[in-house]
């Protein structure tokens, strides 16, 4: 088997004996997500318990082969991101945005994907390089929706990766056509953003007038939504657009003030939260971490290290928008790593 840069792969699939057919079936699914190329490692989780290992690199030896060393080293890495992402579970419940459905954690020579399938199970991916990796997350985000879909479960819009499909575009049934917008007169999301941001600092004095401008430009109804640049443990400039009426349907609970309050105390635990995730990748990936995603059910959290233990923290409501609020914020992170 070769894979699309031409190298050969091989791959063997271990589960515990006594695991039914349909376990084995799960296994021959994902092993052909991994013969696709890209993905060195995958692992179905049941809780923290590894139900099913792949490993493309392993000669197949009948299925039930003792895990290899580096197989062994992501097991154990996808079984402490279990425990890591659990903790996160409160402040996601307490924003009502819905479950963890997806995350990315991404180091200069690779990245770990981690998705939910359903309740209690989850599927790791890992790729010892970066270069395809849109490519490699929308594939796994397929093939979860193709696990997801046989138990009768919805598929979710993983990254925005399925913008196109019907499910994920419908128009509300319950909307009335007579309240439906008019084609002919502008749009309450075409109103502009500036009108109605929001500043939050901590500690912190008014940031430089060229870092305020970055900051402030990047929000978006279309994409960003919260944005907040950590310069040091004690200074932080947030800014977001919640107040923005094109905004309105995601706060019909939560209102933006404890909106604000919540992602502003998210944003002080993500070092700590990135600094146990680093020594969980220590194992199988060579560098610190430089991005991490949340993607949760209604949308997304992000974080992007800077130079200088300074980071950034984003935040999309829009699911729709997950994939473009990602790369707004790579840019600002590239804008602002050499400040």
Same mark, same amino acid.
């Given at each position: 088997?070769?894979?699309?840069? &031409?190298?050969? =792969?091989?791959?063997?699939?271990?589960? %515990?004996?006594?695991?039914?057919?349909?376990? @084995? !079936?799960?296994?021959?699914?994902?092993?052909?997500?991994?013969?696709?190329?890209?993905? *060195?490692?995958?692992?179905?989780?049941?809780?923290?318990?590894?139900?099913?290992?792949?490993?493309?690199?392993?000669? %197949?030896?009948?299925?039930?082969?003792?895990?290899?060393?580096?197989?062994? #080293?992501?097991?154990?890495?996808?079984?402490? /991101?279990?425990?890591?992402?659990?903790?996160?579970?409160?402040?996601? *419940? @307490?924003?009502?945005?819905? *479950?963890?459905?997806?995350?990315? /954690?991404?180091?200069?020579?690779?990245?770990?994907?981690?998705?939910?399938?359903?309740? &209690?199970? +989850? /599927?790791?991916?890992?790729?010892?390089?970066?270069?395809?990796?849109?490519?490699?997350?929308?594939?796994?985000?397929?093939?979860?929706?193709?696990?997801? /879909? %046989? *138990?009768?479960?919805?598929?979710?819009?993983?990254?925005?990766?399925?913008?196109?499909?019907?499910?994920?575009?419908?128009?509300? @049934?319950?909307?009335?056509?007579?309240?439906?917008?008019?084609?002919?007169?502008?749009?309450? =999301?075409?109103?502009?953003?500036? #009108?109605?941001?929001?500043?939050?600092?901590?500690?912190?004095?008014?940031?430089? %007038?060229?870092?305020?401008? #970055?900051?402030?430009?990047?929000?978006?109804?279309?994409?960003?939504?919260?944005?907040?640049?950590? +310069?040091?443990?004690?200074?932080?400039?947030?800014?977001?657009?919640?107040? +923005?009426?094109?905004?309105?349907?995601?706060?019909?609970?939560?209102?933006?003030?404890?909106?604000?309050?919540?992602?502003?105390?998210? &944003?002080?635990?993500?070092?700590?939260?990135?600094?146990?995730?680093?020594?969980?990748?220590?194992?199988?990936?060579?560098?610190?971490?430089?991005?991490?995603?949340?993607?949760?059910?209604?949308?997304?959290?992000?974080?992007?290290?800077?130079?200088?233990?300074?980071?950034?923290?984003?935040?999309?409501?829009? !699911?729709?928008?997950?994939?473009?609020?990602?790369? !707004?914020?790579?840019?600002?992170?590239?804008?602002? @790593?050499?400040?």
């Amino acid at each position: 088997m070769s894979d699309p840069q &031409g190298t050969t =792969t091989h791959a063997t699939a271990r589960f %515990p004996d006594g695991e039914t057919t349909q376990m @084995a !079936q799960l296994a021959e699914q994902l092993n052909r997500l991994l013969q696709s190329g890209g993905l *060195a490692h995958l692992v179905l989780y049941d809780g923290d318990t590894a139900k099913v290992v792949l490993d493309s690199s392993v000669e %197949p030896s009948g299925g039930k082969s003792a895990l290899s060393p580096e197989s062994a #080293a992501h097991e154990r890495t996808g079984r402490q /991101l279990y425990y890591i992402l659990e903790e996160l579970e409160p402040d996601f *419940a @307490a924003l009502r945005t819905g *479950a963890l459905i997806r995350t990315v /954690l991404r180091v200069p020579t690779g990245a770990v994907l981690y998705y939910l399938v359903e309740p &209690g199970f +989850h /599927l790791y991916g890992a790729t010892a390089s970066t270069d395809r990796l849109p490519e490699l997350d929308a594939r796994m985000a397929e093939c979860v929706n193709g696990l997801r /879909l %046989p *138990a009768r479960y919805s598929p979710l819009n993983y990254g925005s990766w399925f913008n196109n499909e019907p499910w994920a575009t419908a128009a509300d @049934a319950t909307t009335p056509a007579s309240q439906a917008p008019d084609p002919t007169s502008p749009t309450e =999301t075409a109103l502009p953003a500036d #009108a109605y941001m929001a500043e939050n600092r901590r500690a912190a004095p008014a940031p430089p %007038p060229d870092v305020e401008e #970055a900051l402030r430009s990047v929000l978006d109804v279309q994409g960003l939504h919260y944005i907040a640049y950590h +310069h040091s443990p004690t200074t932080a400039w947030g800014y977001d657009i919640f107040d +923005h009426p094109g905004l309105g349907n995601f706060f019909r609970v939560q209102t933006p003030d404890r909106r604000r309050s919540r992602y502003g105390r998210m &944003g002080r635990l993500l070092p700590g939260v990135t600094s146990r995730l680093n020594l969980s990748l220590r194992a199988i990936l060579q560098g610190e971490l430089i991005q991490v995603v949340l993607d949760v059910e209604q949308g997304a959290v992000y974080f992007h290290a800077l130079p200088g233990r300074r980071y950034l923290m984003g935040v999309t409501l829009d !699911q729709s928008r997950v994939t473009e609020a990602d790369q !707004q914020l790579g840019r600002l992170g590239s804008e602002l @790593a050499e400040g």
